[in-house]
């Protein structure tokens, strides 16, 4: 069973940053594509960041040079570094795999970014 759980969320104001985690397991996590998604209110669940299993990574436009995503793949962790926090940024981050043609979520971390 596949599982993984956030940490790392909270309250900051803007211009700070914050350093999400995701745990995984029951995966073989060195061949896992591994993202972060992130849904505000009254929006839809859209992807932040990806990193596939050789490292190669990609990111939603409005995040480019202020978000990094690395793994941690003797730890099978995934991270996601958030720098310039700003109010938009505000929103339910979820890690996730699509792992063997099935979607796996984490339960989600909330980050809130005052102005």
């Known amino acids: 069973q596949v599982r993984l759980m956030e940490s790392g969320g909270g309250l900051v104001q803007a211009g700070e940053s914050l350093r999400l985690s995701c745990a995984a397991s029951?995966?073989?996590?060195?061949?896992?594509?591994m993202g972060w998604y992130r849904q505000a209110s009254g929006k839809e669940r859209e992807s932040v960041a990806g990193i596939t299993s050789s490292g190669t990574v990609d990111y939603t436009d409005s995040v480019k040079d202020r978000f990094t995503i690395s793994r941690d793949n003797a730890r099978n962790m995934v991270y996601l570094q958030m720098n310039s926090l700003k109010p938009e940024d505000t929103a339910v981050y979820y890690c996730?795999?699509?792992?063997?043609?099935?979607?796996?979520w984490g339960q989600g971390t909330q980050v809130t970014v005052s102005s």
């Open positions: 996730h795999t699509n792992y063997y043609g099935r979607n796996n």
């Open positions: 029951g995966v073989n996590f060195k061949i896992a594509t």
